[in-house]
């Protein structure tokens, strides 16, 4: 590119040679333009009064129209007009919603606007037209605004530069605090809860008697937000504590529930309040539909009768059902529980955007406050100075009345006449020469002297609370006393909405409790295809395979079950119950629903019995006990337990009944051992150690058993055969032995048996 300048064409402007510039360069500067545009004119709010400009603007433009608390409501449509012909050159739709929702009681914790007409609903509903609705300001509102005429804030010109507006306003109350915000601009976003205004005022009185004061002991205030539509928090308070710290985090917020009897010793949830802005009618079609879908088996049905009050009515599916329980699954699955973000991120002085907590924001508020008061103290000190001139000079008027009559009555220019005469200001002789002449009476002249007094009086206490911080914050607290009695939690508008609760402790296994319990038949074939039938099946032989399959295992089982499956690789995978494929068919392969290599084959598949004790071992003879808890998979390539070397291969997994004191092994060369099982290490995963030598063998089976009940196994024909101890203890010895020939009548299979 060069950087000669190109001259302009001819029979053009004149105006200069074109600057060449990058790409890059002109969308950096003109993307940083509109990210600061929409960071500091849109998106977040200022720390001071908690507004964004379409906010400030609509309750300054009804202010404007003299929409006040006391006055009579005006179409919203006329305040809209003002509010984007005036202020905000947006939207028509973008300024009547943001107005809307001031207006909201369900979605601002103290309502701005007081309206008139369909603004909504919990439900979701749109307001109605802004041509039909009406509105005006609250008095909440009116103390956002009140000193905005004393000069108690800048004022800038508008987009067109016809009308001024506030860069902020006067607020009264910790604003951006009481009702929250939130927005998202270019590359950051905000989103703050709404609290309890008498709480806040709690907390900014303890901070001006203790500016140090640390968050810990301003949660004592302030212990959580308190939401439109009330709720449970069950957030942790350490948790609480960090997000106040750091203006980031979260709050678990719950819907209220009661259990309410009913008929026959039935009983139902009613819900009374939901989280903040969550819709009621979508929050109903999302529980409906989840019952629908069979994934709220605890719960039977639900109804809304709902009227002005929220009333969300939750049936169990019997009435044998634990109602926390029900209550953890529907927060678990639907919006009955939502966590609502804390990210601070705010305007500083309508200028720096920052993440602050919750101490910062208070100060910075309290901060304005004071530039507030300072600023209203200085225009009354300047009303009073005049009012003071003005009085001086009927003062002097009232003692020299004959001669101001003769002046003003006879004299070409009563005016100069009279600064002439008694060395009066400008504005002392245009007040007398606008007297009128009621006002010269001997009462007229006391009242006089008695304002005078009365406005010499504060005009001093003024300029000594301007020389004294102390006063300065003395005067804050009161009026910071006047908001928080005003907003007082004995107040209708004033009092806590969202409880403070610690979630229930469930010890029962959730997941499982979502899954309804049914008895199933788990179908495991040789060739490794799986399903489960409804139902205990005791009649096996009525069940088809595909050609050249056939059974290999048949367990009984609940939906609610984990089965656990050993491979010949030495590792465990295992499997939810609920979600195994139907009886329908021949099933699926286990090889899709878990990774496990196409050269190793099942070992054994059983239901998981949590603190059972397992005995595993490989083909060389080498095992260990392993706690059953621990050979759960939470994955689909399964857990490592028994490390086996090639050709080796995992041959036994038996479970350990109570009380088991011995072990007996067998190998293929029909060798059988007994030794003590305190013997075999426990471990979590390994080789083990060797419980029976077997020359030029594989070990087969093994079984532990209780001495003093004997050694059991079945035979070919199923039959039970029990040896007592004194007919077994010639096998009897130590560990890693090689064991003697198996006793008479010991099956040809060199196995003892199904061991699950």
Request: net charge negative.
């Amino acid at each position: 590119m060069t950087q000669k300048p190109i001259p302009p064409p001819p029979g053009g402007s004149g105006a200069g040679p074109i600057e060449q510039i990058t790409l890059q360069n002109a969308l950096e500067e003109r993307y940083l333009s509109y990210a600061l545009s929409t960071i500091m004119g849109r998106a977040l709010p200022d720390v001071r009064d908690g507004l964004k400009p379409v906010h400030r603007r609509i309750l300054y433009a009804m202010r404007v129209l003299g929409l006040n608390p006391s006055d009579a409501y005006k179409k919203c449509a006329r305040v809209v007009g003002d509010v984007i012909g005036k202020y905000h050159p947006h939207g028509d739709q973008a300024v009547y919603d943001a107005l809307v929702r001031l207006a909201q009681d369900f979605a601002v914790r103290y309502p701005l606007i007081d309206g008139q007409g369909n603004f909504g609903n919990i439900d979701g509903d749109n307001a109605a037209a802004y041509r039909y609705t009406e509105a005006r300001l609250t008095e909440t509102a009116a103390s956002l605004l009140a000193g905005i005429d004393e000069e108690t804030v800048d004022f800038r010109a508008t987009f067109n530069g016809e009308e001024h507006e506030p860069s902020v306003l006067p607020s009264a109350i910790p604003n951006l605090l009481a009702n929250g915000s939130s927005g998202i601009a270019v590359g950051m976003a905000t989103n703050i809860p709404p609290h309890n205004l008498e709480e806040l005022c709690n907390a900014a009185l303890h901070l001006i008697k203790h500016p140090n004061a640390t968050v810990e002991k301003l949660v004592e205030f302030v212990p959580a937000p308190d939401f439109p539509t009330g709720g449970v928090i069950v957030e942790p308070r350490d948790s609480i504590i960090e997000s106040y710290r750091t203006g980031r985090g979260g709050f678990r917020l719950r819907a209220k529930w009661e259990k309410e009897e009913t008929s026959r010793g039935a009983w139902q949830i009613v819900i009374t309040q939901i989280p903040y802005q969550v819709q009621k009618a979508k929050l109903y079609e999302r529980i409906a539909e989840l019952i629908g879908e069979k994934k709220l088996p605890l719960v039977g049905d639900v109804r809304d009768e709902s009227a002005e009050h929220v009333r969300l009515v939750i049936e169990p599916k019997t009435k044998m059902v634990d109602p926390v329980l029900m209550m953890e699954s529907l927060f678990r699955l639907s919006e009955l529980e939502i966590r609502f973000g804390l990210n601070m991120n705010v305007l500083s002085g309508g200028q720096i955007p920052n993440v602050l907590g919750l101490k910062d924001v208070l100060w910075q508020w309290l901060e304005h406050r004071i530039e507030v008061l300072v600023r209203r103290s200085e225009f009354r000190l300047k009303k009073i100075a005049h009012r003071l001139e003005v009085l001086d000079g009927y003062l002097i008027a009232f003692l020299n009345l004959d001669e101001v009559i003769r002046i003003i009555r006879f004299e070409d220019e009563p005016k100069q006449k009279l600064i002439a005469a008694f060395k009066l200001s400008e504005v002392q002789a245009e007040a007398i020469l606008n007297l009128r002449l009621r006002s010269l009476s001997r009462l007229e002249e006391m009242e006089i002297k008695g304002e005078h007094d009365r406005l010499s009086k504060e005009q001093r206490a003024l300029a000594s609370m301007l020389a004294s911080e102390e006063q300065k914050w003395e005067r804050i607290s009161v009026e910071i006393r006047e908001v928080k009695e005003k907003y007082s939690k004995k107040t209708e508008l004033g009092k806590r909405r969202s409880l403070i609760a610690d979630a229930p402790v469930i010890d029962v296994d959730l997941e499982q409790a979502f899954v309804e319990k049914e008895p199933i038949t788990v179908i495991l074939s040789e060739k490794g295809w799986i399903r489960a039938m409804k139902g205990h099946l005791e009649d096996a032989s009525k069940l088809e395979f595909k050609q050249g399959d056939e059974l290999k295992r048949i367990i009984h089982a609940q939906t609610t079950d984990k089965l656990i499956i050993f491979a010949t690789n030495g590792k465990f995978y295992t499997l939810e119950a609920n979600q195994l494929p139907g009886g329908r068919g021949h099933g699926e392969p286990v090889r899709i629903m878990i990774d496990m290599e196409e050269n190793t084959d099942f070992v054994e598949v059983f239901v998981h019995e949590p603190g059972r004790k397992l005995l595993i071992a490989s083909t060389a003879g080498h095992g260990f006990v392993v706690p059953e808890d621990e050979v759960l998979a939470s994955t689909r390539k399964g857990k490592q337990v028994l490390n086996v070397d090639g050709p080796d291969e995992a041959k036994v997994c038996v479970p350990i009944p109570p009380g088991t004191d011995y072990l007996a092994t067998i190998g293929d060369n029909r060798k059988m051992l007994i030794f003590p099982l305190e013997e075999v290490n426990e471990m979590t995963r390994g080789k083990g150690v060797i419980l029976q030598r077997i020359k030029d063998g594989v070990l087969i089976d093994a079984r532990p058993f209780i001495r003093k009940e004997g050694l059991t196994w079945l035979d070919a024909a199923g039959r039970l055969f029990t040896l007592p101890w004194g007919e077994v203890s010639d096998w009897a010895g130590q560990r890693s032995q090689a064991g003697r020939i198996a006793p008479k009548g010991f099956p040809r299979s060199n196995k003892f048996g199904p061991a699950f």
